[in-house]
């Protein structure tokens, strides 16, 4: 049986949505329905916590989804050894032109849009309301309550090599919080695909404070725009997660 099927059947037995299963992984609900869909598959540390939370054998989750078992054992020295013989094989076709390439990723970095990532995990923190006291003035500065996220990622964009926390808040207004994922750098050869984007609170900034609370995230899917249409920002972003479903996440703090 599909790995897929399995969980869609388990979630269904506990009479729970995509959402609340959601919950329970840390992820979000349009990965399980992925899962459940056959589109993706969990990583092994998710298939694990699978076995022991449907209380079902590891075997089992595993023994009949061939495809997930390729992707999960599939060498990652090999991965390697076909990228490393396509780059080479590239640079014997290409001759001049891989020249003026190489230029462009040494001044550039890359540009990763919604289409070029998969979100596999994403991080709660509330930070509750607080009262602080500047040392300097003595004054007593309420901060309100506001939330952080960690959202984990992956990209199969080639070339690109991603640092541990990449992208940061490019444009908020009061509805929405846009990201620029232009972090990392390009590589010829392998590269990291997974990170993190960890999006802070600026409340402590007491003149312009950027609350995260309340906000659906944006991606930023173009270089360019409109400098009189800036702000707005769903004409020129993908939405990659909503708040009504963000609000609904465990707090991992």
Same mark, same amino acid.
């Given at each position: ?54 209380? /079902? %054998?590891? =075997?089992?989750?595993? $023994?009949?989804?061939? #495809? ?7 060498? !990652? +020295? ?64 309420? /901060? %309100?309550? =506001?939330?952080?996220? $960690?959202?984990?990622? #992956? ?7 991603? !640092? +541990? ?64 249409? /800036? ?23």
């Amino acid at each position: 049986m599909k790995i897929g099927k399995i969980i869609k059947d388990e979630r269904l037995k506990r009479d729970l949505t995509q959402e609340q299963l959601a919950q329970e992984f840390f992820v979000t609900r349009q990965l399980v329905s992925k899962w459940e869909n056959g589109k993706s598959y969990p990583d092994l540390d998710q298939v694990v916590k699978m076995s022991e939370w449907f209380e /079902l %054998p590891l =075997d089992y989750l595993l $023994k009949e989804d061939t #495809k997930m078992l390729d992707e999960l054992n599939f060498d !990652t +020295k090999l991965k390697k050894r076909i990228k490393l013989t396509s780059i080479i094989l590239g640079l014997v076709l290409v001759g001049v032109m891989l020249g003026g390439f190489i230029f462009f990723v040494l001044i550039d970095q890359p540009f990763l849009q919604a289409s070029d990532i998969e979100i596999t995990k994403v991080e709660k923190i509330i930070l509750p309301k607080e009262t602080i006291i500047n040392s300097e003035t003595n004054e007593t500065w309420t /901060l %309100p309550e =506001d939330v952080e996220y $960690k959202i984990h990622f #992956k990209t199969a964009k080639p070339f690109v090599n991603l !640092t +541990k926390y990449t992208g940061f808040v490019n444009i908020s207004n009061d509805h929405s919080l846009q990201i620029l994922l232009g972090g990392g750098n390009w590589s010829l050869v392998g590269g990291k695909k997974e990170s993190i984007i960890y999006i802070q609170s600026e409340r402590k900034n007491l003149t312009t404070p950027r609350l995260n609370s309340g906000k659906d995230i944006y991606l930023m899917s173009r270089r360019k725009v409109d400098s009189e249409k /800036l702000h707005q920002l769903e004409l020129w972003s993908d939405k990659i997660l909503d708040w009504n479903e963000l609000k609904n996440l465990p707090n991992n703090h």
